[in-house]
């Protein structure tokens, strides 16, 4: 057997919306195996320091590389922007974020050269997005704004916007609200970035209000599945794909259980068998 490719891919997030990266790499990646890691005890990480956000991160790459796994991806936005320098100084394995992917696909689609970012709070906070726009292709504009209500919003289930409801409104409302912040900022952008593991559940939404406020095309830059794209690249460059025909398995851990099976399947996109519960 040829052991490094076989060893599994660690995937780890603040809590279970990184499990639409596991989605993401799962379909890019069928004969992966995967071992996810949600720290739902301390979920979320949007709204703490740095400092905290590179600590919790440690504790969740400690446990993954317990688990031998061959690459770490930071599945959590707001991990990648505080905590991957010191990840990838630290961990013996390559460590790929959320940010340098969604970038690369941002300076790649903008064709006026302005670009909006949202995100957490921490991750608009530590500015990692512009810079990686701005190491890429300087002379691009970046828009952020913090959206944190969308991540309840998404954990409720409020997605679609369809109709009259009480659901439906508030979600169009919270849409409106932060997509109208954005394009008073950057009325010319023909791109945003989904910056949070979460967002990509309310992509259509969001898609349908930018038509309305922009009325140019916008294009909307899924970070998850930039980041599967960018883990299949590294993996090959690494002679490290495991191109075996089985499929992969899912491994999934959590701090916390409370409240899983439900969210977690809206985030995967089917219903997870089992999951173990572990202290970091
Ligand atoms: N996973 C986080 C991110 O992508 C969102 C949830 C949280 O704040 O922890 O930034």
């Given amino acids: 057997m040829d052991r490094p490719r076989r060893r599994p891919i660690g995937i780890f997030d603040s809590g279970l919306g990184g499990l639409t990266v596991v989605r993401a790499v799962s379909e890019r990646l069928a004969g992966e195996d995967i071992v996810y890691l949600g720290d739902t005890a301390r979920v979320p990480y949007g709204s703490k320091s740095a400092d905290t956000v590179v600590r919790y991160s440690r504790m969740s790459a400690r446990f993954l590389l317990g688990r031998d796994v061959k690459m770490l991806l930071v599945a959590c936005n707001t991990a990648s922007a505080f905590a991957l320098d010191t990840l990838r100084a630290e961990v013996p394995v390559p460590v790929l974020g959320a940010v340098e992917p969604g970038a690369q696909e941002a300076v790649a689609a903008t064709r006026v050269g302005e670009v909006g970012v949202i995100g957490t709070l921490g991750t608009v906070r530590s500015g990692s997005y512009p810079r990686a726009i701005g190491a890429l ?29 009480p659901e439906a409104r508030a979600a169009r409302a919270i849409a409106e609200k932060y997509l109208g912040e954005l394009h008073a900022r950057a009325p010319e952008l023909d791109v945003i970035v989904l910056g949070c593991t979460h967002y990509p559940l309310v992509r259509p939404l969001l898609a349908r209000i930018a038509a309305q406020m922009w009325r140019h095309e916008v294009r909307l830059v899924d970070s998850a599945q930039a980041m599967a794209r960018a883990a299949e690249q590294a993996l090959g460059d690494g002679g490290l794909l495991d191109a075996s025909a089985t499929p992969g398995r899912l491994a999934c ?28």
């Fill in 253 to 280: 851990s959590v701090t916390d259980d409370a409240r899983f099976g439900e969210v977690a399947a809206r985030f995967l996109g089917h219903d997870l068998a089992t999951v173990e519960k572990v202290d970091l």
């Fill in 137 to 165: 292709d300087p002379r691009v504009r970046v828009a952020q704004l913090a959206c944190p209500l969308l991540v309840p919003l998404v954990e409720e289930g409020w997605l679609s916007g369809d109709g009259d409801g």
